[in-house]
């Protein structure tokens, strides 16, 4: 009857220490391996890191694309990106061009004569 009155005294004074370094060790660990915990954040950091870089990218192509069309409104037409547009999209060339044909297996150039 003595023994259980001493361990149920000790058990009391022991039991907020142990439920304290419980709760410690269950936060800490949470801090560093839960779903929004360092490991988590340092994740989503990257992922923008590297959707920044994409979005830069992006906006750059996008910035080229609309200089090109500014240059193609009928307001303003650039005759030598028109000249080009035309050339790529019809296959044409002026009668004083040399042609350089190149096949698809082999990188061996042709030259086709001017026409006339």
């Known amino acids: 009857m003595i023994v259980l009155r001493e361990m149920r005294r000790r058990a009391k004074v022991l039991v907020a220490p142990v439920l304290g370094i419980a709760a410690t060790f269950y936060f800490g660990y949470h801090l560093v391996e839960g779903d929004r915990g360092l490991r988590a954040w340092l994740g989503v950091t990257q992922e923008l890191n590297s959707a920044k870089s994409e979005l830069a990218a992006v906006t750059a192509e996008r910035d ?45 150039t042709k030259t086709a004569p001017a026409p006339r």
């Open 64 to 108: 080229a694309l609309e200089h090109r069309v500014a240059h193609l409104r009928s307001d303003h037409v650039d005759p030598d990106l028109l000249d080009t547009q035309v050339r790529k999209t019809l296959d044409v060339v002026s009668p004083d061009e040399v042609v350089i044909m190149q096949q698809p297996d082999s990188g061996a």
